[in-house]
Structures are given as structure tokens and as C-alpha cells.
């Protein structure tokens, strides 16, 4: 990651793992202190509810509040990620089985597993792992 900070002289920064999983954490609570992460719960638990057009929107808009730090990571370290691809990397990082996102973002379970499987080749194997290894649900 290059940065000019405040002296407008580029410095290369690097992740490490543990960067990587703190940010990826504090994203998470963040979002799931909102009411956004309340509608995910009433989806999950809620048995016959499901998620009105502005519910999504809400989700997806607070997705993108909590995640935009993120986010930049990703499009660091990965090659042309969608709004989609990102979306999809951070129902992973909130532990949302494929089911639930796809009644969260809209997206067919068939097109999330294809986007995790594209950002498999383009982004860092640490990167991917963090966000789709094996503690992840999906």
C-alpha cells in the first residue's frame, strides 16, 4: 500500500496478517453494532421475514460506511474489484453463510460463489485466506 500522508512524499506501507485480521475485525463490530446488522438477525432468526428493497439498500449502504477502510485494502491488493466482489469479501468477513447474503445483497448464490472464486487469483493468498478460509461459512 503507497500513501503520501500529510508530507506529500509516497511511503510504502505494508500489511501484515494481523493488520489485515484487526481491520477486518473492527469493520465487523462496527457494522454490527448498527441496525443493519438487526434486520440480518431478524432474516436468520426470524423464520418466514424476508428483507424489503430499502431493508437491502440500508444493509448494503451500512455495509459500505463500515467496510470503506477495508475495502480500499482490497482494491490495493486486488485487481478491479466490483462493488459486488467487496460486498460479497465483507458478508464473508461477518460470517454470513452464502444463503443469508444472498437474501442480504440481492446476489444469486451461484454469482457469489463465482465472485469468491474470482478474487481466489486476484487477490494475496493471505488476503484471500483471511477473508475465505476455512472459518468461514459458505
Known amino acids: ?21 484487526t ?3 473492527i469493520c465487523a463490530r462496527q457494522f454490527k453494532e448498527g441496525d443493519s446488522w438487526k434486520l440480518v438477525l431478524q432474516f436468520v432468526h426470524g423464520g418466514d ?3 424489503t428493497r430499502v431493508e437491502r ?6 455495509l459500505n460506511v463500515c467496510f470503506t477502510d477495508f ?9 478491479k474489484m466490483g462493488q459486488n466482489d467487496k460486498n460479497v469479501a465483507a458478508g464473508y468477513c461477518l460470517g454470513l453463510r452464502v444463503d443469508v447474503m444472498e437474501e442480504v445483497l440481492g446476489i444469486a448464490d451461484t454469482a457469489i460463489r463465482a465472485r469468491k472464486s ?8 493471505d488476503l484471500y485466506e483471511l477473508i475465505f478460509g476455512t472459518h468461514a461459512k459458505g
Do not use: F, N
Not at 500500500?1 to 485480521?21: C, F, P, R
Open 71 to 79: 475495502y480500499e485494502i482490497l482494491l490495493a491488493e486486488g485487481q
Open 23 to 25: 481491520w477486518s475485525d
Open 49 to 51: 421475514h424476508y428483507l
Open 1 to 21: 500500500h503507497a500513501s503520501s500522508g500529510t508530507s506529500g512524499k509516497q511511503i510504502v506501507v505494508g500489511y501484515t496478517k494481523k493488520d489485515l485480521e
Open 57 to 62: 439498500q440500508a444493509i448494503v449502504h451500512d
Open 118 to 125: 474470482r478474487m481466489k487469483s486476484r487477490l494475496p493468498a
